[in-house]
């Protein structure tokens, strides 16, 4: 039996890979999460773009409840391991879990997998890498992430303002996630910088509310899943090589 993690990319059903959309086909079971069981999410949405069977079912996971590990979120964990662990335990097989961006990069089905494995022991976990919102935002407003020899920071704007100054200090090219509410503070932050002129920012990417363009013109309410990337500083072509 298998529970395998598949990153459907931000939003945009074309951008789902091969190997992601064949998993998903094949798959027993397909394990969407949603914030409210009546309503399809963003990853049902490019699930449903490549899958015409009727093997899905959607698990509640509090996506919206920002306070940490707060009780309910706990709690829609436990739920959902368990409705995972049953389907397992009574079918086997694979059951796939489709996940907005990639599987390993800041998405809930790490906690979904560490609860299965303690329910089912014996259950491989594997995982199918999906295309990250910055690697999307970079390709859609012409910004090179990287090159040479300059570093890369990826932080959530969850972890607060200071994250961000520290950021910004130690690291060439800065990606922040989850701006949200505190769109106003980040772009503050990047305009004391010096770093507020060259960033973008994007949110629903490739969908048809999609936002992109400068940082500067980020509103100052931003949706929960928003990205801002701030490049590096270059002056000459290859001059971090």
Known sequence: MRL????????????????????????????????????????????????????????????DDRGGATSERLSAWEAAADAVADQLRAHGGTVAFATIGDPNVYSTFTYLADAVRERVPEVVVETVPGITAMQDLAARSGTVLC??????????????????????THFDSVVAYKGGRQMAAVVEVLARHGRLEDAVYGAALGLPDQQLGPASDAPPNAPYLSTVLVPARRTTRGGKL
Do not use: C, I, N
């Not at 397909?30 to 490549?50: K, S």
């Not at 704007?157 to 910004?168: F, P, S, Y």
């Open 147 to 168: 090159e040479g020899t300059e570093s890369l920071a990826l932080l959530p704007m969850t972890a607060g303002v200071d994250a961000l100054e520290e950021a910004l």
């Open 4 to 63: 395998v993690g598949v990153g459907v990319g931000p939003g945009d059903p074309e951008l789902v890979t091969v190997k992601g959309v064949r998993v998903l086909q094949e798959a027993d079971l397909v394990v969407v999460p949603v914030m409210d069981p009546l309503e399809q999410g963003r990853a049902e949405a490019t699930v449903r773009a490549h899958v015409t069977h009727d093997r899905l079912t959607r698990l509640v996971f509090a996506l």
